[in-house]
């Protein structure tokens, strides 16, 4: 009887009274079933302990030897969006002033974060970390980025009036514009990049990628930061645009004091990863399903 009248009780979710009138036995003689029941081990009540973002953004950093984290709960719907505040949280706790640079990349995580808001600090310099491309698709429009978030900034953007990937000899002759050339400047002495971390191109197609022929060949890449691509041990993947590329360079992104990925897919965990071991990034910003993607990936096998 101990089976029946936990089964009722717990399965069916009869209460104590409806069972039994059932079994026609008295509600004090259900009571006593249940306690054994409990008691003997035939049913167990456990209250999960539920992993929080604070939780999660600790074992991030020290999964990943991150400088900092920001993990916030993965909400409904607006996951990009909602990245906005606590990247806002690690910009102000970078202490920015006026005079400081923060690289801006591309991709869909920064147009939303950018398109979300940014702190207050004025002075600050924004400049583009690469040079932009001639696709319509919004998440690729570089110098409006950077035109936006020194509007919200309250600070001054730095444009790059150039394509990422010229040929070798135009690439001489941008660099040679005295605008360019001045904004190009600033990637030595950036203080925070803010950037994306994009799919291998086996998971993203070439079309919302824009990548080309040469890229699209790279299928055992794990990800990329602003088209440098790398493994999932973090291994450089060379490729026959890199040299020509007009972009913030693997040295300079790792001389960054604060390099920040922005992302939220578990597809990601991969490219996150290999992101951070290859030193493009040391700080990341994401959401409770993409990190306890990534935490999964970092246990042994």
Do not use: C
Not at 171 to 178: M, P, S
Not at 185 to 195: M, N, Q, S, Y
């Amino acid at each position: 009887m101990l089976h029946t009248v936990a089964k009722l009780h717990y399965e069916a979710e009869m209460s104590q009274v409806d069972i039994a009138r059932r079994l026609g036995v008295s509600t004090a003689t259900i009571s006593r079933l249940l306690q054994r029941a409990r008691a003997e081990g035939i049913v167990r009540i456990e209250v999960l302990d539920l992993a929080t973002p604070e939780g999660i953004t600790t074992q991030l950093v020290e999964g990943l030897h991150l400088r900092d984290a920001a993990v916030i709960e993965t909400p409904a719907a607006g996951a990009l969006t909602a990245l906005a505040a606590p990247l806002g949280a690690l910009l102000k706790q970078a202490e920015l002033t006026a005079g400081s640079v923060v690289a801006i990349g591309w991709g869909r995580a920064i147009r939303e974060v950018i398109q979300a808001g940014l702190p207050r600090i004025p002075g600050v310099l924004t400049v583009a970390a690469t040079g932009g491309m001639q696709q319509q698709a919004p998440h690729f429009q570089i110098n409006e980025f950077v035109r936006l978030a020194a509007e919200e900034f309250g600070g001054t953007p730095h444009f790059i009036h150039a394509p990422y990937l010229p040929s070798s000899e135009l690439r001489e002759v941008f660099l040679g514009d005295a605008a360019i050339r001045d904004s190009v400047a600033l990637w030595d002495r950036t203080d925070v990049a803010i950037v994306g971390i994009g799919l291998p191109h086996a998971i993203n197609p070439p079309e919302a990628s824009a990548a080309t022929l040469s890229e699209q060949a790279l299928f055992h890449a794990a990800g990329d930061v602003i088209r440098h691509y790398f493994d999932a041990e973090g291994t450089l993947i060379p490729w026959e645009g890199e040299g020509r590329m007009i972009a913030m360079s693997p040295a300079q992104l790792r001389a960054v004091p604060l390099s920040i990925g922005v992302a939220a897919s578990p597809e990601k965990a991969m490219a996150i990863i290999g992101a951070v071991r290859a030193g493009l990034i040391n700080a990341l910003v994401t959401d409770t399903k993409t990190a306890q993607a990534i935490l999964e990936a970092l246990l042994p096998r």
